[in-house]
């Protein structure tokens, strides 16, 4: 099979797990929409106050639970199943590529539900054009999470409390993702460019699955 055809493989194969278990819309998104509401209702209803903080909210609880959704699908990731890999002969950069896109694009699909749903309860004042820069945005936000949790999954591998050693490693790296994301539409707002954002978004990607690829191999033979 071609380097292509494994990364897809890999992709096929998480997408039809998570189809099938449907953690993230059965449990994750209906949570994270419950959150929303709390949000909403914690700020006592105030109409001005609501719409000047939706966005924030918004970005706020999804990189809090897309890093989770991306760790969980490393979490499932058991020995037997690396040692199967293994002798499938499956390039390690294809399988954390393909991980990255399974999960990227769970993590995406999840956003844009949420924030749909965010749009419904605080009704925020957004600019005009703001939808193609927005979904750029968020594309990019859910690869670079993707990534950064399948590579912090890779790192933790084999440890006793992989989870939380992964969820520290992602939260500071998350920093550039969630500040060019966030700052997106504060850009529009203020009628200033954008490029600068979604450069960061792009190089923090960019770094991320170059890292990943890179470090894909080691971090297999290191967690046998």
């Keep these: 099979m071609s380097f292509t055809g ?21 449990i994750v998104l209906p949570f994270a929409i419950v959150t ?8 006592g209803g105030e109409v ?13 609880i999804s990189v809090l639970f897309g890093m989770q959704l991306a760790l969980r699908a490393s979490a499932l990731d058991s020995p037997t199943r690396r040692d199967l890999m293994l002798l499938l002969n499956l390039d390690p950069a ?5 991980r990255t896109l399974a999960s990227s694009t769970i993590v995406l699909v999840f956003m844009a ?12 004042s957004l600019p005009g054009g703001w939808f193609w820069p927005l979904l750029a945005a968020i594309s990019l936000a859910a690869i670079g999470l993707a990534a950064l949790s399948t590579l912090a999954g890779g790192v933790a591998a084999g440890t006793r409390n992989r989870s939380s050693l992964a969820s520290l490693i992602v939260a500071p790296l998350a920093i550039p993702i969630v500040v060019g994301a966030s700052q997106v539409l504060e850009a529009m ?14 190089t923090s990607d960019l770094a991320l699955l170059v890292a990943g690829v890179g470090l894909s191999r080691p971090l297999e033979e290191a967690s046998r």
């Design 189 to 202: 707002e203020r009628n200033s460019g954008i490029l600068l954002w979604i450069l960061l978004l792009i």
């Design 113 to 124: 539900v949420l924030f749909a749903t965010m749009v419904v309860l605080f009704d925020p």
């Design 94 to 98: 294809a399988r954390f590529l393909g």
């Design 36 to 43: 929303l509401i709390i949000f909403s209702l914690s700020l």
């Design 48 to 60: 001005a106050i609501l719409r000047t903080v939706g966005p924030a909210v918004f970005w706020a």
């Design 6 to 26: 494994q990364i897809r493989e890999v992709a096929r194969v998480d997408l039809v797990v998570e189809r099938r278990t449907g953690d993230t819309f059965r």
